[in-house]
């Protein structure tokens, strides 16, 4: 079996800082291109961030130079550093993975974590 958990999220005021963790785990699994999403309250859930195992990333374009993610292969975690929020960026943060076992690839998928920027 495959888990992801995330944690870090709560409630901040505008302008603040948030980081979250994601702890990847599970038995002869290879993580690969890992990524955070979103879901704000009445919208699709939308790509955030992606970043490779050999570490390229991406950023959708209104969290560019705002977000940055990262991940430690050794401890199987992805982070996502988040400054300078916004209102906007109130949603449940999810963590996914592209993983590979036994030569099978699937996509998992955390439970969430909820972001709450207001003053």
């Known amino acids: 079996q495959v888990q992801l958990v995330e944690s870090g999220g709560g409630l901040v005021q505008p302008g603040g800082s948030l980081r979250l963790s994601c702890a990847a785990s599970?038995?002869?699994?290879?993580?690969?291109?890992m990524g955070w999403y979103r879901q704000a309250p009445g919208n699709q859930r939308e790509l955030v961030t992606t970043?490779?195992?050999?570490?390229?990333?991406d950023y959708i374009d209104s969290v560019k130079g705002r977000f940055t993610i990262s991940r430690d292969n050794a401890k199987n975690t992805l982070y996502l550093q988040m400054n300078s929020l916004k209102p906007e960026d109130t949603a449940v943060y999810y963590c996914?993975?592209?993983?590979?076992?036994?030569?099978?690839?699937?996509?998992?998928w955390g439970q969430g974590t909820q972001v709450t920027i207001s003053s």
């Open positions: 996914n993975a592209n993983v590979r076992r036994l030569g099978r690839d699937f996509v998992s």
């Open positions: 599970g038995s002869i699994v290879t993580f690969n291109a």
């Open positions: 970043i490779t195992r050999g570490g390229s990333t």
